[in-house]
């Protein structure tokens, strides 16, 4: 029999979905997936039970509810001092992964070669290879994980169609620096090429950093579209309600690939993230300070225990450099303690093109204090007395 599309019917299942089955097995605490225990705003979820039952739950218009693109526009707005026509330049999603699938497969054309900045999140690739474009890397080096203008020159070149920035970056939990900004509009710039702007942790940032979207900076109004995620505003992963603006020019193409993936999503979940989108600056503030008390535990924990913990700016991952315990490979690492431990983590050389780093695992901190708590304990029981001598029982 005629085989399947090649590309995808050669990928397993994903890193997260493999070391989420096996922590159910071994019943240990899920550090690995990236998704809040919360259940998120009460008051958003009054919004979207009530909606249910009294709104329209036939399908909601293609570029979503007209009162979710105008809470979209009022954001930009009131955060970023943006501008965006919520009829021609906001379109709401089925989650942000969807909306990076639409951008880009509205962006290229076969040949195509696209920038992504490594390590990245694993549908990236992916996405790229089935629009028939090619992937060119700029490697970022622990623990700095900084941005040099000559790695970047290196990966533009005459067929570059666009970059992908993930910014705050999962899994390194970096946030760019206007300077980075800069360099990579300037890139992009001189090469006629976009942004697809993965921003969905843009209200998760630490320690006084703000957030910078590229579409702020000159010049690139008319070369980025900016992705966002209700799943991370609210700790409703579950909800998968997305958002794109730019544009109109850059839009459409996205808009047409959207039509076609999913049409669109639950009109009561749009309603009740317009909503949300509204409330006061408190509740925006208060996300990231609570996500950075539960970062400053997991690593003060993780620290007491002998763990080398890179610095995390923003995102919901910690970065631990493994060979302090004696292994020096990260899948093997990542086995052993959900396995032996009961505390699952996921190796970062899954967000590698190729040749990956293999010392680091990111652990996920967005679990209440009970949950990191738990998983600190079980950690320290299992490499007590030294996490210099693993325990390879």
């Known amino acids: 029999m005629k085989a399947g599309n090649s590309l995808l019917s050669g990928m397993g299942a994903t890193v997260f979905?493999?070391?989420?089955?096996?922590?159910?097995?071994?019943?240990?605490?899920?550090?690995?997936?990236?998704?809040?225990?919360?259940?998120?705003?009460?008051?958003?979820?009054?919004?979207?039970?009530?909606?249910?039952?009294?709104?329209?739950?036939?399908?909601?218009?293609?570029?979503?509810?007209?009162?979710?693109?105008?809470?979209?526009?009022?954001?930009?707005?009131?955060?970023?001092?943006?501008?965006?026509?919520?009829?021609?330049?906001?379109?709401?999603?089925?989650?942000?992964?969807?909306?990076l699938a639409a951008c880009l497969l509205g962006l290229i054309e076969p040949g195509d070669e696209i920038v992504l900045i490594e390590p990245f999140y694993d549908s990236y690739l992916p996405i790229i290879q089935l629009a028939g474009g090619v992937a060119r890397t700029v490697r970022l080096e622990p623990p700095s994980w900084s941005l040099t203008r000559e790695n970047l020159a290196r990966a533009f070149s005459s067929k570059t169609k666009a970059i992908v920035l993930n910014n705050p970056m999962n899994p390194a939990g970096k946030v760019f620096s206007r300077d980075e900004l800069e360099m990579i509009a300037e890139c992009v710039i001189a090469h006629d090429a976009y942004a697809v702007c993965d921003e969905v942790y843009e209200h998760i940032v630490f320690d006084g950093k703000p957030h910078i979207p590229l579409i702020t900076l000159p010049g690139m109004r008319d070369r980025c579209l900016k992705v966002a995620s209700a799943g991370k505003i609210f700790s409703l992963t579950g909800w998968k309600i997305g958002a794109v603006s730019g544009c109109e020019r850059l839009l459409h193409p996205a808009s047409r690939a959207h039509q076609y993936l999913t049409f669109s999503s639950a009109p009561n979940l749009q309603k009740a993230v317009a909503y949300g989108l509204n409330k006061d600056d408190a509740y925006f503030s208060e996300l990231a300070s609570t996500m950075q008390a539960r970062r400053d535990r997991l690593r003060q924990g993780l620290q007491s225990i002998g763990f080398d913990v890179l610095p995390t700016e923003g995102a919901y991952f910690l970065i631990v450099d493994i060979r302090s315990t004696g292994f020096d490979d990260d899948v093997a690492f990542c086995r052993h303690i959900t396995t032996k431990a009961g505390v699952a983590a996921i190796p970062v050389s899954a967000f590698y093109a190729e040749a990956p780093t293999k010392q680091l695992v990111r652990f996920c901190f967005c679990k209440q204090d009970s949950v990191l708590d738990e998983a600190v304990a079980r950690l320290r029981a299992h490499f007590s007395p030294s996490p210099r001598s693993p325990c390879l029982e």
């Open 17 to 99: 979905a493999v070391f989420s089955a096996l922590a159910a097995e071994h019943r240990a605490i899920n550090l690995g997936q990236g998704f809040p225990d919360d259940r998120g705003p009460e008051d958003v979820l009054e919004v979207a039970a009530r909606s249910l039952l009294e709104d329209s739950n036939q399908y909601a218009p293609m570029m979503g509810l007209p009162i979710l693109r105008q809470a979209l526009a009022e954001h930009g707005r009131r955060f970023y001092g943006l501008s965006f026509d919520p009829d021609r330049e906001i379109m709401a999603t089925s989650g942000a992964t969807e909306a």
